[in-house]
């Protein structure tokens, strides 16, 4: 019985982990890669609502110059009411906050689309 201890207290004894200074150099590395990798990924994200704040003006304009060509409306401001659900599905979401603009309008005038306006009631790009 204690050849037997002896033989398998040697084979823990020989087994080896990692040392303080391998973990170490580990940790080191993630915090280095996290460091580079976390700045770019806010900005990528700060960068993607604003395209789709852009892309969401580009549909209401859109839905605008067909409402103005098929009503053939000249000059004033547009509002939701009168693009939902005709000539735009619905109110696109903010993306900054997930819910629907409050505040949808769009200036013409001479038939022309000259701006539009979507806001949430808080900050936009």
């Known amino acids: 019985m204690k050849k037997i201890l002896s033989k398998r207290m040697k084979a823990?004894?020989?087994e080896k982990g990692f040392t303080l200074v391998e973990l170490?150099?580990?940790i080191v590395i993630l915090g280095i890669i996290a460091a580079i990798a976390v700045p770019s990924i806010g900005g990528l994200m700060e960068k993607t609502k604003t395209?789709?704040?852009t892309a969401n003006e580009e549909s209401v304009e859109?839905?605008?110059?067909?409402?103005?060509?098929?009503?053939e409306y000249e000059s004033g401001t547009l509002t939701d009411t009168q693009l939902v659900p005709d000539y735009l599905e619905e109110i696109p979401e903010d993306p900054q906050t997930g819910s629907a603009y409050t505040t949808l309008s769009v200036?013409?005038?001479d038939g022309k689309v000259t701006g539009v306006t979507l806001s949430s009631g808080t900050s936009s790009p």
Do not use: D, M, P, Q
Request: net charge neutral; hydrophobic share 60%.
């Open 12 to 14: 823990v004894k020989s």
């Open 24 to 26: 170490l150099a580990t």
């Open 51 to 53: 395209n789709a704040h």
């Open 62 to 71: 859109e839905a605008a110059r067909l409402y103005i060509v098929a009503e």
């Open 107 to 109: 200036a013409v005038a």
